[in-house]
């Protein structure tokens, strides 16, 4: 992509990333001090609980009970084997580490489990020690959508996932799975282009503006997945039933791919 000619990802966190937009060739001082004033930091997370509690009441995510400071990952391990006291080791060995390192990039996220999809119940989130550090979250708007993407996840861990004409819970999608009609990194991809516009689509619309910095690798991040997946259906890499999920997800972001659209052709 064009676009990725010009800017400088680091490392990569909370559902965003610390990235520096760089002239292709700088040719004045004002520009480098315009740059440096987009990546200045302003949130406090000298007490990270607090901090997220007040993000969290900003952003007032209808699917989240809560965001949890878990740096050790104690209390995302606790919540996991709490709901798996009847299975084996391997399998809650297997289930606790795909929580421990999440999609690349998550440093906050929604544990969950297969079987509990669809039953109703509100998400905690767990955010991890590394997000503390973190250059990407510049200010408080950025934390705020950083939740915003992890309500995303946990509406559909609450209520189903949408495949267009039909929304699947747990029984059917752990059937789904056992069968390879769905593959695990396919869904999660698709479920990951969903939060990252949804994101966006937020970030767009709240009076509550994210950095410059967090939105723009937030659309870098949603087109390149977007690509990827759509790439994928054209050639019939998908299964008819990850196709269904996909195409649902674009029905509902159409707005946002021709935003995105737009926004690589500028780059």
Do not use: W
Not at 182 to 211: C, H, M, V
């Amino acid at each position: 992509m064009k676009l990725i000619k010009k800017i400088a990802i680091g490392a990569v966190i909370a559902n965003t990333a610390a990235i520096c937009i760089i002239p292709a060739k700088p040719k004045e001082n004002q520009k480098k001090e315009q740059v440096t004033l987009e990546l200045e930091r302003t949130i406090n997370f000298n007490n990270p609980q607090k901090t997220l509690n007040e993000a969290f009441n900003l952003c007032k995510p209808e699917n989240l009970s809560e965001v949890i400071y878990d740096p050790d990952f104690k209390r995302s391990d606790d919540y996991i084997k709490n709901r798996f006291v009847r299975h084996s080791r391997r399998l809650l060995g297997e289930y606790i580490q795909q929580a421990r390192t999440g999609s690349p990039g998550h440093d906050i996220c929604v544990a969950d489990i297969l079987e509990d999809v669809g039953n109703g119940k509100k998400r905690e989130a767990f955010a991890r020690k590394s997000l503390i550090d973190s250059r990407g979250v510049l200010c408080q708007e950025d934390l705020e959508s950083c939740i915003y993407h992890e309500n995303i996840h946990a509406g559909e861990a609450r209520y189903g996932y949408d495949f267009g004409d039909s929304i699947l819970k747990g029984r059917e999608l752990k059937r789904l799975f056992d069968r390879g009609e769905i593959r695990p990194q396919t869904i999660i991809d698709i479920g990951e282009f969903d939060a990252y516009a949804a994101q966006l689509a937020r970030a767009d619309n709240t009076e509550r503006k994210p950095s410059i910095v967090h939105k723009t690798f937030t659309k870098i991040t949603v087109f390149e997945i977007y690509n990827k997946l759509n790439a994928n259906l054209q050639v019939g890499a998908l299964s008819p039933m990850e196709r269904r999920y996909f195409e649902a997800k674009k029905r509902k972001h159409e707005k946002v791919i021709e935003t995105l659209k737009t926004f690589n052709s500028k780059n």
